[in-house]
């Protein structure tokens, strides 16, 4: 590809294609430093196709404006954004890891479910992610939250350091901001919609949590919950929210798992947990006396990796040399394959990220 090899703003380079949908590419990239210094990042670009449409420009500046107020370790962090001779650019955290529905896919081909903790524990942290953006604050310190409104399989990354992260905030809508679209255009992925978005009502804190709760039932249950042929059927499906009970698929799941995961897919609105906080409480609760230690997740991250013909990380960008008259700086050696076993655990309304990382 002619991007491959390109520098981008003159630190920025490309160095591989590592996802594309309709409306975007996300390549791997590293930027570039003085003293040899290197970093891996992603860069996104809008399809070549699309930089002339208005509406999906506007949609990308709004990702960038979003994703830069809000710093949580269960986020994808944006790093920049800029605009060059090929359109408007966005410098994201590089994450190392599958998305959750690589690690669905990978199961459902060996006729596989997931052990239900590590479902739970990667909810918990999503939720995490969610919480943080639905209680964000403006500057007087007035709520303004941020509804993600696209909380799919494909927007969960799970890292090979055991850590979930929402990436993808190109459909939220701030609070604060005027609706970007007609009444009557609804986005996110047909079959993660809650109902009442079918019919035109806004989205909210409980929309999110219903998308999370068909992610959870799917990722339990091994099968799709509202899928169709077309559009249409799908559209019929998510409108009659008929949800086959987990119970039914999976008889050794605990009750109280069944319980959350039924709570959050409550037709009604009102009947589901008021706050991405309640049900990360739920879903901990659950876990009390099994808990998820980094190093299970990330054995999931590494192995679905492995399984889809990938590494079980990502290969570093090859170095460049420091000028002669600069500072050498030392080679950092490559992580472990996997961090020793942690007595750390996800515990009540704390989820484990990266060292260092903010929690929100």
Same mark, same amino acid.
Request: proline letters at 8%; one cysteine or more; aromatic letters at 6%.
């Given at each position: ?39 891996? &990042?992603?860069?996104?670009?809008? %399809? ?14 709004? +990702? ?28 994201? +955290? ?51 939250? &941020? ?38 255009? /609804? ?54 929210? +008929? ?19 039924? %709570? ?24 009390? +006396? ?54 750390? /655990? ?15």
């Amino acid at each position: 590809m002619k991007e491959i090899g390109q520098l981008v703003h003159g630190r920025y380079e490309i160095l591989e294609l590592a996802g594309h949908g309709g409306m975007a590419k996300v390549y791997r990239a590293v930027t570039r430093g003085a003293a040899g210094f290197q970093r891996p &990042v992603a860069l996104k670009r809008i %399809r070549e196709q699309l930089t002339g449409n208005t509406e999906f420009v506007r949609m990308f500046i709004e +990702e960038a404006r979003v994703g830069a107020e809000l710093d949580h370790g269960n986020i994808v962090q944006v790093h920049d954004f800029g605009v060059d001779g090929r359109g408007y650019f966005l410098v994201m +955290e590089w994450v190392d890891g599958v998305h959750l529905g690589q690690y669905m896919d990978m199961l459902a081909k060996y006729g596989q479910t997931s052990p239900w903790r590590y479902v739970a524990a990667i909810g918990a942290q999503v939720l995490s992610a969610l919480g943080a953006a639905h209680q964000r604050t403006d500057d007087a310190g007035q709520p303004a939250p &941020v509804i993600h409104r696209d909380v799919t399989p494909q927007n969960i990354l799970l890292s090979v350091n055991g850590v979930a992260k929402l990436t993808d905030f190109g459909l939220a809508r701030a609070m604060d901001r005027a609706s970007m679209t007609g009444p009557d255009v /609804v986005k996110g992925k047909l079959s993660y919609l809650a109902p009442e978005l079918i019919y035109g009502q806004p989205a909210t804190v409980q929309s999110d949590l219903y998308s999370l709760g068909i992610v959870l039932w799917e990722a339990l249950a091994g099968e799709r919950l509202f899928w169709g042929d077309t559009p249409s059927e799908r559209v019929r499906k998510v409108r009659e929210a +008929e949800i086959p009970p987990l119970a039914d698929l999976r008889p050794s799941l605990p009750q109280v798992l069944l319980a959350v995961v039924q %709570r959050a897919l409550s037709r009604n609105p009102t009947q589901r947990y008021d706050t991405a906080e309640a049900m990360q409480d739920a879903l901990l609760r659950c876990l009390a +006396e099994q808990p998820v230690s980094p190093r299970e997740l990330a054995q999931v991250a590494v192995e679905t990796r492995v399984a889809s013909g990938m590494s079980p990380r990502s290969q570093r960008p090859p170095s460049i040399p420091a000028p002669a008259s600069g500072i050498q700086p030392s080679r950092s050696q490559l992580p472990p394959s996997l961090p020793a076993p942690s007595n750390d /655990v996800v515990t009540r309304r704390t989820v484990i990220v990266e060292p260092g990382a903010k929690t929100g």
